[in-house]
């Protein structure tokens, strides 16, 4: 159904974002997406798309992830990042992570490995064996402006080829303050991301404990099977009412139709697809092409 077409969306995480940061916000969703962009209008995969606008994402200290994580209570860096490849339905993951520069890359390189997630340890040696790229722990901490103290948030991205393969990504510095060892939903399939060339692809920001309990990605994917994306974030969002908490949510249906939604104040995201330029947006209310394609 999708064949030939290409769509490509980010996300910056949901949050409170003061007026006067909205901008760098939207520029470094949009420097992501044209990493991800580019691979998808050479014909590229995917996987290799949503990889390098993850890592661009972990690259800027805007975001919390990867370079400028927030710091747990004891004061260091915990990373967490998954990816599903749609096609396959292969999962890679790795959370509570401390040395490694680009951690959705080490969830790359775990795709084809029987194992879905490797925490703590155990993801840093497997890191090490596939030579991926290490760091100080202190290298990943940055001064972030008062105002733009990202409390809470995790970057994203989904994106379906010409050829019909959706992928969804995730990469996170987690909660502020969390207790050292707590892992989200970011690198949980059914909760943080999901992908099923069958139907969608999505990838999600907010409280972890709330996304987890209602296992949020896969009640957006159920919805997705009936349900056009829009309202299908709708019912997904609707189901997390029932254990409160902020969420944001980015998703590609498997007609390549994009779109997002969230409840909390900002949700940061970009998106282009083979007949729609590159836009970025702050809250899903600035994005006035609902659903144009
Ligand atoms: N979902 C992430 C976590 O709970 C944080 C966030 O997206 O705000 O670790």
Redesign the pocket.
Known sequence: MSEGRWAIIVHG??KDIPPERWQIHRDGCLVALAAGQAILEAGGSALDAVEASVRALEDDPTFNAGYGSVLNAKGEVEC?AAIMDGRTLDVGGVAAVKTLRHPISVATAMLPERPVLLVGDGAECFAREIDAELCDPRDLIVDHPEADDPG???VGCVALDIHGDIVAGAS?G??KGARAGRV???PLPGC?LYADNATGGVSL????ES?IRVTLASRLMRALESLPPGPAIETALAALARVGGEAGLIVIDAEGRIDWGHNSAQFAVAHASSNRPPQAFVSRAEDTAKDAE
Do not use: Q, R, V, Y
């Not at 920001?205 to 972890?208: C, T």
């Open positions: 995480g949901a967490d809470c948030d995790t996170t987690g909660l989200g939903d970011s943080g920001s907010g409280e972890g996304l």
